[in-house]
């Protein structure tokens, strides 16, 4: 079972490789639609590639509203 | 289709549909590619009965309200048949709102029954927010696990009353739903629309772009939200077509939706429309150049056949693969919540796909006016809808004044707001606080708006008073949030912003501290209500006797500065 720290560094990386963001400029307190510069379509995207990494089905009323890496990694440690 | 003018409900419309089409499909379901469900208008009635029953047994009747939170689901559509059968009042609500704002626009609309998911339900009950709707009776929730804590919520699954329920008939004048336009942080706007506006409205949209059986419509857009409401709802069943629902709203499984269901329409906010235009975009310049010319080639061909009128069956054989990958069937991408860009619906009608864009609001029973396609033209929302009256008022030397509305489908009021109700509705006409023009062909163009509100690409009404909670007890004197169009009057209807105008106690610097914290109390703002930049003030704002901020007095003397050089960058 993976930390919550663990995972939340998955997502940073997931999102890093995805949009192409130099290594290590993403921190979990970010705001992934402002330092990424994406919009809700684009953050659902992501959101596919994330289920597709940890095996797990979110469903889009979950993570609505989320827009920090951090939080993101919580809805997705609840359901490993 | 149904004779809408013989009907006075929309219960009593879908009553018939029901009895009319047994045998036709009227809703299938996909999760993530799987099809979960395929229902005929008889399945239909046979869920949606004895759900009824439930609610008469729990006294639900004309004049009570039954809200709905759900995502785009068969559920949703069977329960709100369920509540117009009782002849009672639906009030849906957007599913992606936060709990505490559900909670203050249940309270609002005093509905004392709420049908929703159980995962929406478990976010909503341990939300703070649910001590401030007392008027509750019942919560039917769908889809709870086996050995879920329902938390006070019956299984909607199980809400079956054993005996036939009775009909219940409504006037025309009867409130069928109250759907919030906006004001989760300011005044709750709750648009309430009679039986005949839905019926006049189905009637008027159905005229240009008509339903059949064997129709295939994408529900995308919040059942919520008047346009799904209309062309994903009341529109295709009093025509015994089909809704395609898809739990997931992923861009991987719209896409292979279209094909998979041979979708006939769609309708889409511009921000999902431009995103299809960059996919197809990205697509197309990845072809080697000799078959991007040929493209090109054709697409140009196609241009000058279809100049007066689609020519569907045409454009079909000479862009096979693009009208392929969008299942063959499509019809038109109806397009609103938002102003669209002109060059995207002109990409979109160049390639043989019809954007059925317009204008409308709320308010005035979704759309005002629609582009016919005869000819199509990219640069206005199009002509009137049947019954509409519209007036420009006030034009200035221009010709360009506010767009005003007169017709059996706009709106009887806000809920207990009668002052803003008098002032939005003016001798029956619906000032609609957009401005515009007609051009020489009696298309309605669009110079932007006298309101102090942005409306996003994701079609998402912002009004700037609502946003202004998320910046109480910042330490400056005083602070007010505008649409930045508002004070300096753009003729345009893209890229709307907010902007935050500060004034300073006496004294006080405009520290990076300071900043800083704005930047914070933004940030936790959801992404479209979040302001984008900063004015620093220097005078006192202009206050009413009851110290209330004279908005229009300080948007006027902002107006006078110059725009660039006043807004900072959040």
Known sequence: MRTIEQTTQEILQLATQQFKVPAGSLAPGDDFYKKLGIDSLQALEMLSRLENHFKIELPDYEVQGVSDFQTLAERIQARL | ????????????????????????????????????????????????????????????????????????????????????????????????????????????????????????????????????ATNFQAVLATEAPANADMAGAVRWEEARGAQAPVFVPQGRQDIACIVYSSGTGGTPKGCMMTHENYLEQCMALTSLY???????????????????????????????????????????????????????????????????????????????ASKRKALEAVRNINRALTKDHPRLWLSRKLLGEVHTAFGGKLEAIIVGGAFTEPQTLQFFYDLGIPVANGYGLTEAGTAVTVNDLKPFRADTVGKPLPGMEVEIRNPDADGIGEVTVRSK????????????????????????????????????????????????????????????????????????????????????????????????EPGQAFSDELKAEIGVRNSRLINYKRVHGLVVYHEDFPLTASLKIKRNELAQRLGAQDREQSILPI
């Open chain 2, 1 to 132: 289709m149904l004779d809408l003018r013989k009907y006075s409900s929309v219960g009593e419309a879908l009553h018939d549909a029901l009895e009319t089409w047994p045998r036709e499909v009227c809703l299938i379901e996909s999760d993530r590619g799987e099809e979960k469900q395929r229902l005929t208008y008889r399945n239909f009635k046979d869920q949606a009965l004895p759900l009824a029953k439930a609610l008469q047994d729990l006294g639900v009747g004309p004049g009570d309200r039954v809200s709905i939170i759900m995502t785009n689901q068969s559920k949703w559509l069977i329960s709100a048949y369920a509540i117009f059968f009782c002849g009672a009042t639906l009030v849906p609500l957007d599913y992606k709102l936060k709990p505490e704002e559900h909670w203050q626009l249940l309270k609002h609309s005093g509905a004392k029954i709420l049908i929703t998911e159980f995962g929406i339900w478990r976010q909503l009950g341990a939300s703070r927010g649910r001590t401030a």
């Open chain 2, 409 to 504: 489908t706009v709106m009887a009021g806000y809920l207990n707001e009668p002052e803003l109700t008098a002032e939005t509705i003016v001798n029956g006409w619906l000032r609609t606080g957009d401005m515009g023009r007609f051009d020489s062909s009696g298309n309605l163009q669009l110079f932007g708006r006298k309101k102090n509100m942005i409306v996003t690409e994701e079609g998402k009404n912002v009004y700037a008073e609502d946003v202004e909670q998320a910046f109480e007890g910042l330490r400056v004197k005083e602070f007010c949030v505008f649409a930045a169009n508002y004070v300096w009057p753009q003729r345009s209807m893209v890229n709307e912003k907010l902007i935050l105008v500060i004034h300073l």
């Open chain 2, 210 to 288: 008509p339903f059949w059986p064997g129709v295939r419509y994408l529900s995308i857009l919040p059942t919520n939200h008047a346009i799904d409401f209309m062309v994903g709802f009341f529109g295709p069943f009093t025509c015994g077509a089909a809704v395609v629902h898809l739990r997931t709203l992923r861009p991987e499984y719209v896409r292979e939706a279209f094909p998979k269901y041979e979708i006939t329409y769609v309708s889409l906010v511009p921000l999902v429309l431009k995103n299809l235009q960059k996919g197809l975009q990205a697509r197309f310049d990845e072809l080697p």
